[in-house]
């Protein structure tokens, strides 16, 4: 394809690098809303769906965990596939299989089926995330190219940030099923934009074998210890499934490493982390990043599901982390390129972890926001909101704006250009495969804190009935009409939970502080 035009300082793109850049946009932007849209919609998804054979906090979590793991799993292998058999070919087939996953997540008759269908989502998100980068990066050349990554950045951003914005506007007006089906329209146009303006391309040197048998193994390794490790604690640890599942899962995950040194072309070659500053980060990124995705799935199911706001009210009051992270990102990454990287990676996850530790102080009783269109005084948030959850929030964004981007210069610093591909993919994978493993510590954590809590306030309610578990979940309303009495119980109950996992989630912030200020403490060594 004929490269954009130099026009003085600027570059004009022709008509057909237009429209292949906008399907790598729609495309990637599907992925990325998927992965925050589904948080406001949880508390409808558990009120409104049945379920036979996991409770409502479990199918919540395997909602969130199956797409990461999967996504995660399978990002590299994705990248590998789209190199040889060709880009075009396959961000079109992630397209096709992401638009039908999503119609499968809109019409899913149960929570079992919706956790499931979520799995196989995640798959179809790896072939598309990799894919759009190596369309646009074999499209565009030189300054064009950067300007496009840059564009392609900046509106995949943005999505993302207004995900949750959109989720709480859609599950309020529409339902919590437009969260998915909203994907199609996007899909069908990218789709069409990939058949008839993309050119393909394929890398020559690409090599034909692909570690299949990693990818499985990883896959294995997450999914097999987040599956064991939530039902286990849901169903007892002597439940065949949560057996069979952490035995798998600790099998692969200590055959994993040993696979990666002995395979000829392995997923994840060994010798990049003996780069001292690529291990750290990327050490970093799993502790700062699963912290980051396992709160914002609790936060805004304390907040709808048992503070009382609305999926909107909720969005609103959380936006503050993404406007933060969006406005002050840029600056930030080009003061951390004069001063150095150490101290905003040392200091940005110590700002996190307050964030987070004072969102986990939100009183159960704290008035909640409930903004409606029909009543314009209702847009205006209580002061409840803005002196809690929006303050908190602010702290929360502006740490993680302090982190991101000078996270990603050192860790594509750390490694030559000819694997910059390669080690951004791994890092990209790590970001999200945190999420299922550290969401399942939560999970633990969450019902041991609540049923435990419950069982203390009301001694004459058998908290280890499966009954009783299933009409009073954690961090959900409960299922029936209940006394007064008992309905404040699940409440405090639940407060009590999500302030221990929001703990949780500061010191897993805090522990990447300490990763990045000693091990980055000789900041450009190896």
């Known amino acids: 394809m004929t490269d954009a035009v130099p026009d003085g300082r600027r570059f004009v793109m022709t ?22 849209v589904v948080n406001i919609a949880l508390a409808a998804i558990g009120r409104d769906l049945p379920a036979t054979t996991i409770s409502v906090l479990e199918g919540q979590t395997y909602i969130v965990s199956g797409y990461f793991a999967t ?29 039908l996953t999503s119609i499968l997540c ?8 919706l956790a499931i269908f979520r799995v196989l989502q995640g798959a179809a998100g790896a072939l598309l995330i990799p894919g759009s980068l190596s369309v646009i990066t074999s499209v565009f050349e030189g300054a064009a190219r950067a300007r496009a990554i840059g564009i392609w950045a900046a509106a995949t951003s943005a999505t993302t940030a207004a995900g949750p914005l959109i989720g709480g506007v859609l599950v309020d007006v529409v339902g919590w099923r437009a969260v998915f089906l909203i994907n199609i329209p996007l899909l069908a146009a990218a789709l069409w934009l990939t058949l008839r303006y993309m050119p393909e391309s394929r890398d020559p040197h690409a090599p034909a074998r692909f570690d299949w048998l990693g990818a499985g193994v990883a896959c294995l390794a997450v999914g097999g210890l987040a599956l064991g490790a939530i039902r286990g604690q849901e169903r007892g640890w002597d439940d065949p499934v949560a057996v069979v599942a952490l035995c798998t899962g600790i099998v ?13 072309d392995p997923l994840v070659p060994p010798a990049l982390f003996r780069r001292r500053t ?14 980051l995705y396992v709160s914002l799935t609790f936060i805004y199911l304390y907040l709808i599901g048992v503070v009382g706001y609305s999926p909107l009210g909720a969005a609103l009051a959380v936006l503050p982390v993404s406007i933060l992270l969006t406005a002050l990102s840029t600056r930030v990454g080009t003061v951390a390129g004069q001063v150095g990287a150490r101290r905003f990676l040392a ?12 969102l986990g102080r939100t009183p159960v009783d704290s008035q909640p926001w409930r903004p409606s269109m029909n009543d314009p005084s209702s ?4 002061a409840d909101v803005v002196t809690g959850v929006m303050a908190a929030s602010t702290v929360f964004g502006v740490g993680m704006a302090l982190v991101v981007a000078p996270l990603t210069a050192t860790l594509m610093s750390s490694i030559p250009v000819r694997q910059a591909g390669l080690g951004s993919a791994i890092n990209n994978a790590i970001s999200r495969v945190g999420q299922p493993l550290l969401a399942a510590i939560a999970f633990i954590i969450a019902t041991s804190a609540f049923y435990a809590t419950l069982g203390s306030t009301l001694p004459a309610i058998d908290v280890a009935d499966p009954a009783i578990r299933a009409t009073i979940p954690p961090l ?12 404040a119980a699940s409440r405090q109950a639940s407060a009590d939970a999500f302030r221990l996992v929001m703990l949780m989630c500061a010191a897993l912030a805090a522990a990447a502080a300490a990763v990045n200020g000693f091990g980055l403490r000789r900041e450009g060594s190896e």
């Open 15 to 36: 008509s057909a690098q237009r429209r292949t850049l906008l399907a790598t946009i729609l495309g990637s932007a599907a992925v990325f809303l998927d992965g925050t």
């Open 71 to 99: 996504l995660a799993a399978l990002l590299v292998l994705a990248g590998a596939l789209s190199d040889y058999y060709g880009r075009r070919r396959v961000f079109a087939i992630g397209i096709t299989a992401f638009g």
């Open 106 to 113: 809109g019409l899913a008759a149960s929570l079992e089926l």
């Open 252 to 264: 692969a995950i200590i055959a994993f490493p040993i696979l990666m040194a002995r395979r000829p």
């Open 278 to 291: 690529f291990a750290v980060v990327n050490l970093s990124t799993l502790l700062l990043y699963g912290a």
């Open 347 to 358: 200091v940005g996850p110590v700002v996190v972890a307050i964030g987070l530790a004072w």
């Open 379 to 382: 847009l205006v948030p209580p």
């Open 476 to 487: 959900n309303a409960p299922a029936a009409v209940l006394p007064a009495d008992v309905v």
